[in-house]
């Protein structure tokens, strides 16, 4: 996701809180945007994770359906996908090297960082970070595969994940700039059939 208020200096953030470096291409093409942010950059790419209904645990920890609306991700977002391979490998008698066999992939590692900023162009109305943060949680509770919509679709045919590890950190004389991060794997969906 790009699309950031440079009065940030964001670049700086994501190198102090997560070490990370990158760079804001000064030529991003605003025509080329889905639009624009409220700091006036182009906001690229974005991800959103689908409203329905989803399973989610109450406070006695039973699952109960519970509705959520379209939530995007703050536009100061970045993404790392990775996937591995499955091989089986059997080392060759006398010689050298293995045979290899059995391919099959692992579920692609989803990893999300960024900071909630305060934002007026975000769709929902969750314009402060702190109600970013809240709404962060909210998916976070999920006990079900999300539906994405926009950017992991786009790049890697990644339709739903599960959130396996979400984190906030504090930083030091900055109440409106929460960083984050989200681990999760991507899930596909499994059709039975009753004979």
């Known amino acids: 996701m790009i699309g950031v208020d440079i009065t940030y200096r ?11 470096n990158y760079y804001i291409d000064a030529e991003a093409q605003p025509e080329k945007a889905e639009r624009m942010s409220s700091s006036g950059t182009p906001v ?37 996908i990775t996937r591995a391979k499955r091989i089986i490998k059997t080392p060759v008698n006398a010689g050298s090297g293995t045979v290899k066999e059995m391919y099959g992939f692992d579920d692609w590692q989803i990893e999300m960082k960024g900071f909630c900023i305060p934002d007026s162009s975000q769709p929902q109305g969750l314009t402060t970070a702190e109600k970013l943060k809240e709404e962060l949680l909210r998916w976070e509770k999920i006990a079900d595969a999300i539906r994405i919509k926009g950017g992991l679709p786009f790049y890697k045919d ?5 959130i396996e590890e979400f984190r906030t950190y504090q930083m030091k004389g900055s109440p409106k700039l929460i960083p984050f991060s989200i681990r999760a794997t991507s899930d596909e969906p499994v059709e039975l059939l009753l004979l």
């Open 44 to 80: 690229l790419t974005t991800i959103t994770f689908a409203g329905k209904e989803y399973n989610t645990l109450d406070a006695n920890g039973q699952i109960i359906r519970k509705r959520y609306n379209d939530f995007e991700l703050p536009v100061a977002t970045l993404v790392s």
């Open 158 to 162: 990644i339709h739903d994940i599960v």
């Open 10 to 20: 964001l670049p700086d953030l994501f190198a102090q809180v997560f070490g990370i």
